[in-house]
């Protein structure tokens, strides 16, 4: 609770003081809120145009108005009304500065009014604002709750940025790009070759891709391009190349999922292991601290438990070639509980007890949960859940491949999410997009495919994936 300090109360001397870390988000909700859209205060932004990605400078106002957050919430506090306010600004502020902000009660005048000299110094010490304040201080004690204000949300989708630099940092991952003859999954190949994320070889009908490639104003010459007519015979082809070690990774372009998985599952001259494919998203939601992976949505429509296991290491797996350390999985049925009317919750079980006697490796597993207690740490509270992953789940294991596929769509359509598939479990991934989907799922899928690959050659992450980001 916020509690003011009346206008009798306060005595020339009296101070208050915050420290406010600058963070990306402050500066959209500021541009947003402000109608200032100056490039240099937006994150992410190459606004000198020299091909890199400029560090902002926070807005003047943006450090300047912090004394509002003091003079309203702590002296005087709720019920002041602002009267004057000047500053002299000294320096900029950048991302990641933490600011302290002071304030301090220099003059009191008639009609409530009070004076105060503010300043906002930055963590070394250096002195950013100088200015003077003048407040009507309230009269009359008011207390208030400000945490029923309602929380903002900021559409970014910061996960899929760190995965796609970490990506680049990798050697190029030569691969078999099958039927890319629209130009959404054309664009999305390309995209990720100029992002040296993959090094394609486009296998379909050439008079198809040619016009694609048009529509793009794109130039195609660079890449090379087997002109197969047939859809089939071009994912025969991809899976081909496999074997031949010309490439280490298949993408669906503009063909059926079925018509690839065909070559991609026969017995003779497949890419199957001894552990069965499955299906897995990534999903980059905003707000959330981590990305959230849900398998399997996409191949396996009814699994079984022996398939479960497979679904659930596969993501694990996944989870782990992103950098998230010991990522915590839940796997998911309509209650908490285990009931023997509700298969899933009967499965989930097994697969957590098996995780506890290591036949499940890498990740701290846990069900059955239901969505709202895997991924919401206070419905887990609420209902007595005490678990390392109840409320924490970075990974969902869905009880089949319905359930997974409206929970995957539903975040993308409804809750802003960025969406990278992959299918693990083959000789190598294959990036099972949607035909659908735009150039920048499909670039993400390539850098989940290149950090896996790196994953599974080397035993280890090229880096890490911030579970506090903000």
Not at 27 to 49: E, M, Q
Not at 407 to 434: D, N, Q, R, Y
């Amino acid at each position: 609770m916020a509690t003011n300090k009346t206008f009798e109360q306060i005595a020339v001397g009296d101070t208050a003081e915050i420290v406010r870390e600058c963070s990306s988000n402050d500066l959209l909700v500021f541009a947003h809120a402000s109608g200032n859209r100056n490039p240099i205060h937006l994150p992410d932004t190459d606004w000198t145009g020299d091909g890199i990605v400029d560090k902002p400078v926070a807005p003047a106002m943006w450090v300047g108005g912090l004394a509002s957050a003091v003079l309203g919430n702590i002296l005087p506090g709720p019920g002041t009304v602002y009267k004057s306010q000047s500053f002299r600004f000294l320096g900029a502020a950048a991302v990641g500065d933490h600011l302290h902000v002071k304030v301090t009660a220099t003059e009191k005048r008639p009609d409530n009014i009070i004076v105060f000299d503010l300043t906002v110094t930055r963590g070394d010490g250096f002195r950013l604002v100088e200015g003077v304040a003048e407040v009507a201080a309230p009269t009359e004690t008011i207390e208030f709750d400000s945490s029923d204000i309602p929380a903002l949300l900021v559409q970014r989708h910061r996960h899929f940025n760190r995965m796609i630099e970490l990506a680049k940092t990798l050697p190029a991952l030569p691969t078999a790009v099958v039927a890319p003859d629209d130009p959404n999954s054309l664009e999305g190949a390309l995209m990720a070759a100029r992002e040296g994320l993959i090094r394609p070889v486009l296998i379909g009908a050439k008079s198809r891709i040619e016009d694609a490639a048009r529509e793009l104003n794109e130039d195609i010459d660079a890449y090379e391009l087997i002109d197969i007519e047939d859809e089939m015979e071009a994912a025969g082809r991809a899976v081909a190349m496999v074997h031949e070690g010309k490439v280490k990774a298949v993408m669906k372009g503009h063909l059926h999922t079925d018509h690839l998985l065909h070559h991609v599952v026969k017995r003779d001259g497949g890419l199957r292991t001894k552990r069965r494919i499955s299906h897995v998203f990534v999903m980059d939601i905003p707000g959330r601290k981590t990305p959230v992976l849900i398998s399997d949505a996409a191949i396996n429509i009814t699994p079984d438990l022996n398939t479960k296991v497979d679904i659930t290491q596969n993501a694990i797996d996944a989870a782990c070639s992103l950098g998230l350390e010991t990522p915590r999985v839940g796997i998911l049925s309509a209650i908490e509980t285990v009931n023997p009317a509700i298969p899933s919750s009967l499965d989930a079980a097994v697969l957590s007890k098996m995780a506890e006697r290591g036949q499940i490796t890498g990740a701290v597993v846990d069900g059955p949960l239901a969505m709202d207690n895997a991924i919401d740490l206070q419905a887990a509270r609420t209902k007595g859940i005490t678990s390392l992953v109840a409320g924490r789940a970075e990974v969902l294991i869905v009880p089949n491949l319905e359930s997974g596929n409206m929970l995957a769509k539903e975040l993308t359509f409804i809750a802003h999410a960025e969406a990278a598939g992959l299918v693990i479990g083959a000789k190598v991934p294959v990036m099972l997009t949607s035909r659908a989907d735009d150039g920048r799922s499909r670039l993400a899928s390539c850098a989940l495919a290149l950090l896996y690959v790196h994953w599974k050659a080397s035993g280890a992450p090229v880096g890490f994936l911030d579970r506090d980001v903000k």
